[in-house]
């Protein structure tokens, strides 16, 4: 490619937009106006800013990472250790929680592939199917009857009599 065109061949075609002439030598205050308002407020709130974001940079907490220790069951707190019993029961509502957002993603899994497979979803999604039966059924056996109000005193009271109709099953076969 030539470094020189030959502008008589390529001409430019004349510009529609007129140069606009100054007919006034006063300054256009709305110039000044931001500049002073750069200086004035923007200036020092970026400053502000860009400090807090280095300074947070450095010490970064991410909380979905938080990881909680195990605290012992409910079954193995000693008789009137009140602070065991506050610690089991809330370890209970974490898990009472992670376990209804398993179901909940299980179950969004399978409305996704029942939507995407459409009158092939029950040979397609049986996997998936099965799956999400497993997990209510776990989550049912264990949180069913408990309500709103359930705690970990009744979970694992469930859990007894559950256990004992288990074995008095095993004992009549």
Aim: aromatic letters at 12%; charged letters at 30%.
């Amino acid at each position: 490619m030539p470094e020189d065109h030959d502008w008589e061949a390529y001409k430019v075609p004349p510009t529609r937009t007129p140069v606009s002439e100054r007919t006034t030598s006063v300054p256009n205050p709305v110039n000044y106006l931001q500049t002073a308002f750069s200086y004035v407020i923007d200036a020092p709130v970026t400053f502000v800013r860009e400090w807090m974001e280095q300074w947070q940079n450095k010490n970064k907490f991410y909380y979905y990472h938080q990881k909680f220790r195990r605290v012992p069951d409910l079954s193995e707190c000693l008789e009137g250790d009140y602070l065991c019993y506050y610690e089991a029961e809330a370890q209970w509502r974490r898990d009472r929680m992670v376990d209804h957002e398993i179901v909940e993603i299980v179950r969004e899994r399978m409305a996704a592939c029942k939507q995407r497979e459409g009158p092939n979803q029950f040979q397609n999604c049986a996997k998936e199917m099965e799956l999400l039966a497993q997990v209510t059924k776990a989550y049912q056996d264990r949180y069913g009857d408990l309500g709103y109000h359930g705690n970990a005193r009744t979970c694992l009271m469930k859990q007894k009599h559950r256990m004992m109709e288990e074995r008095k099953a095993a004992e009549e076969q």
